[in-house]
């Protein structure tokens, strides 16, 4: 299970907690941070808030801090469908052009690069979509309270 630490921003009486998860990025954890080009990219660009609702028979607090989990199988084969799904169009489309070009009696190689790109992008298109809906059928899970943060008064 995937785990991530999320804030309570709303906690309602119908069973439902809203919450905020802070994208990370991988960059800054290295050595080469000074002079590495995607650093510098990743420093130009602000992190990331991502909120969401999950139902939950506990009641929090803003500012709560909880211990989120979400199966690995959920972001496998999300991974999955966006990876090789289009990689399998690729193939399809270049055998179905190679196919259409012998035929008619047209030169195969243009038509299977041009069948492999159609093919690649259409099941590419496809897997997105099949991974969002398989996203959002997974509901994360509270696994623990962190409590609420610390706050240093001056």
């Not at 989120?68 to 084969?77: R, T, W």
């Not at 509270?142 to 610390?150: V, Y």
Request: glycine share 8%; with cysteine; net charge neutral.
């Amino acid at each position: 299970m995937m785990e991530e630490v999320a804030r309570v921003v709303a906690n309602s009486n119908s069973g439902w907690v809203v919450v905020e998860v802070e994208m990370k990025s991988a960059c800054n954890h290295c050595e080469s941070g000074d002079t590495c080009g995607t650093s510098a990219v990743s420093k130009a660009f602000s992190s990331k808030v991502q909120r969401f609702s999950i139902q939950s028979d506990s009641q929090f607090v803003k500012g709560e801090r909880l211990k989120l989990g979400l199966p690995e199988s959920v972001i496998l084969k999300a991974a999955a469908l966006v990876y090789i799904l289009p990689l399998i169009g690729l193939f399809i489309g270049a055998f179905c052009g190679n196919q259409i070009a012998g035929l008619a009696d047209i030169h195969s190689d243009l038509l299977s690069i041009l069948g492999a790109l159609s093919g690649a992008l259409a099941f590419w298109a496809m897997g997105k979509r099949a991974a969002k809906r398989l996203e959002e059928q997974a509901q994360p899970v509270i696994i623990k309270s962190l409590g609420k943060p610390i706050e240093i008064v001056n």
